[in-house]
């Protein structure tokens, strides 16, 4: 049964709970944070100076431009082909990769047409509506006779 | 509208999100139409205008609906992902129900579901982004601004409901209204006395058994999806939560033993009281350690779990006695030093709720204290009123929860954290001793208007006749007297009268909107919220009756 033991490197950060009955966790930093108040406003003083190319000091600010007036369109772009979006399903306790995929899988779809929805629906129940139907709104379903 | 977990993303109004959006329009034109489709009642009522916020857990967009009085109104259509637990979507909707539609509290108006996917429709209320105006308001408006956040967190405190994710994102503000509403319960968590019946049943952590030693892995729970088990409901639907819930939490699922969070340091993780892991054996020091660790995906994680009887579910096999007995073996000497060894490191993770933003998150969170209470909001308050005093958004940038606390520490001084620490029974250690700073000075500075010292360079101190020599005990006796002598501190200074109001001067150049005379009171509160430990940190009920806010009507 050999213990190895490591050291921590300078600066650091270690929390543990005073029981010892959990893993430690720690932070072995380069530098250790401090307040930089050459940061232009609103920037964080936490915000970490990226040189640009000309080595000049630059700061993302996010600050937005006042809207344009909604004549000048800019360039529309392409929409880039939708990400995956990864997550976790908590119906199914299942990781996936993809949610549109995961949604439209057997066992989601199981889930989702169960009657699990009742506790939801109990409180829907409850809910006065005071919105008018929009009649003209409906989507108008093209129906076919499946004339076989 | 919520613009939800877009962390160091502010709020968007209708406009900019359109702009935002614009150069998405194909996408946002489809996400409408998608919508329509998942859930095709809202087109019966509502005429959807374009998206305007959109988070990990949700998506919310622009309507407007015919009222039967007649006029048109706008709303927020809150569409939640598909993959959220039906109880966790009621647990929201309570919230909404019980706390909403007063005292600055979002309110519900109709809600619809079709299969697994919900919409909540709530009155829309066009509002400011943060950062955009954080640095043209009046001192006024952020005093008026903190009232009505606290009014509000008084509402949901009282109520026994943890929001977890106070921000300004989730707090929607519009300026010429003077109108306010605090928003989105998705990270809701309740208190053991919680009037909200439903976030009973998301379990709190008190209660939780500490998880075992296991080999991770990811179990399914067939039983559960099964279609086949319809079966008619003779209970009430909590009761049928509850089981439900029982029975998923004999299912564990393993989190990784280190969750990075993408740069951005979004947070996107809902954890939830309860949330259990395996312990999960370090591989650090053991090489190709036979437990074998699936690849952790950075991936955002919820986790629903349960209250669970106190006459013990079978937790994989081993019960709280085999976890303590195997700590118990676990003993090595690397305690408060700075060292880590293999036997420290095979202990399992402690696991507590993490849920929420990094930079706002207070340091009972960051530390993985498993009894977290509606302090944690106060905490998030007050960073907010951080920024709002020193005209800096986001305040702190972190992309993990140590360095935020290391952030932290730089602020509120390492000493003083430490030793709050240990009342949440809490070591940290520090390989760097780093003095507190006097907030008036710092944010004073930060802003760039500071007329009351030299603006040398170096890092600001506190005046050492204001620093308090730490008792050497711990606790809470030593830390309460620590307080009461906190107490006077921003009183004991000189130079600055401390009135409450601003001074009406016609002297004055009208573009310091009053930021040239700050009382006292200001910066005592704000030492208040950020009060490193919970237990004596302000609430948000005694924060409204603090001298800042003396002349306003409560």
């Known amino acids: 049964d050999q213990k190895i033991k490591s050291k921590l490197k300078n600066p650091f950060l270690k929390v543990e709970d005073r029981r010892c009955h959990y893993r430690p966790f720690y932070l072995q930093l380069s530098s250790f944070p401090v307040v930089n108040y050459s940061n232009p406003r609103p920037c964080s003083p936490f915000d970490v100076e990226k040189k640009n190319a000309n080595g000049q000091k630059q700061i993302h600010n996010k600050q937005r431009k006042p809207a344009h007036s909604d004549r000048e369109k800019g360039p529309v772009q392409v929409p880039a082909k939708h990400k995956r979006k990864k997550g976790y399903c908590e119906c199914c306790m299942k990781k996936y990769d993809d949610l549109h995929a995961h949604v439209e899988s057997e066992q989601h779809q199981n889930f989702a047409q169960s009657s699990q929805y009742q506790v939801v629906d109990d409180i829907i129940s409850k809910f006065p509506c005071d919105f008018l139907e929009l009649r003209e709104n409906t989507p108008k379903v093209k129906r076919r006779k499946c004339s076989v | ?554």
């Open chain 2, 1 to 554: 509208m919520e613009a939800v977990h877009l962390d160091e993303q502010p709020p968007l109004n209708a406009e900019n999100s359109f702009k935002k959006y614009e150069s998405n329009k194909k996408g946002a034109i489809t996400d409408i139409e998608r919508l329509y489709q998942a859930v095709p009642q809202l087109a019966n009522v509502f005429k959807i205008k374009g998206k305007i916020g959109e988070g990990t857990f949700s998506s919310v967009y622009l309507a407007i609906g015919q009222l039967r009085g007649g006029h048109e109104e706008k709303v927020a259509l809150k569409h939640l992902i598909p993959t959220s637990h039906p109880v966790r979507i009621a647990a929201e909707l309570q919230c909404l129900i019980i706390a909403g539609g007063q005292d600055n509290v979002m309110g519900v108006k109709y809600c619809f579901r079709k299969n697994d996917h919900v919409v909540i429709v709530m009155p829309y209320l066009e509002h400011e982004s943060f950062l955009d105006i954080l640095n043209s308001l009046s001192f006024e408006e952020v005093r008026n601004y903190m009232f009505n956040l606290l009014k509000a967190l008084k509402r949901i405190h009282h109520f026994g409901i943890v929001h977890r994710d106070v921000k300004p994102s989730n707090f929607l503000y519009n300026r010429q209204l003077q109108q306010y509403a605090l928003v989105d319960f998705g990270l809701a968590q309740g208190t053991p006395e919680t009037k909200v019946d439903l976030l009973k049943v998301i379990q709190s952590e008190t209660q939780q058994k500490s998880c075992t030693y296991n080999k991770p892995l990811i179990t399914l729970e067939s039983q559960v999806t099964s279609p086949t088990s319809r079966q008619p409901v003779h209970h009430s639907a909590t009761k049928t939560a509850n089981k439900r819930l029982c029975s998923i939490s004999q299912t564990q699922i393993k989190q990784g033993h280190k969750r990075k969070e993408d740069p951005e340091c979004r947070s996107v993780q809902r954890s939830v009281f309860g949330e259990r892991n395996f312990n999960v054996r370090s591989s650090a020091f053991q090489a190709r350690s036979t437990v074998r660790q699936p690849r952790i995906m950075d991936i955002p994680v919820r986790k629903l779990s349960v209250k669970k009887k106190t006459t013990s579910v079978v937790n994989n096999g081993l019960g709280k006695k085999t976890a303590s007995s195997t700590s118990a073996k676990l003993t090595c000497d690397c305690y408060a030093k700075d060292s880590v060894c293999s036997v420290c490191l095979s202990r399992r993770q402690q696991v507590a709720p993490r849920a929420g933003t990094p930079g706002f998150r207070a340091p009972e969170v960051l530390t993985k204290c498993p009894n977290q209470t509606t302090a944690i909001d106060m905490w998030s308050a007050g960073i907010i009123f951080l920024s709002l005093l020193s005209g800096r958004y986001p305040f702190y940038k972190a992309s993990d929860d140590l360095t935020a606390l290391a952030q932290i520490m730089t602020i509120r001084g390492s000493r003083e954290t430490i030793q709050a620490a240990k009342t949440f029974g809490k070591s940290i250690l520090c390989s760097k001793e780093i003095p507190a700073q006097d907030l008036r000075k710092l944010c004073e500075r930060l802003r760039g208007k500071n007329t009351n010292f030299d603006n040398s360079a170096g890092d600001i101190q506190v005046n050492p006749s204001q620093e308090f020599a730490l008792p050497a005990g711990i606790g809470n006796a030593s830390d309460s007297a620590l307080q009461t002598s906190k107490k006077h501190m921003y009183q004991k200074q000189s130079g600055h009268e401390d009135d409450g109001r601003e001074k009406k001067t016609t002297q004055k150049p009208s573009d310091l909107k009053g930021w040239d005379k700050i009382p006292n009171s200001a910066y005592d509160l704000l030492d208040k919220l950020l009060d490193l430990n919970p237990a004596t940190r302000i609430t948000a009920k005694d924060a409204l009756l603090h001298p800042f806010f003396k002349t306003m009507k409560q």
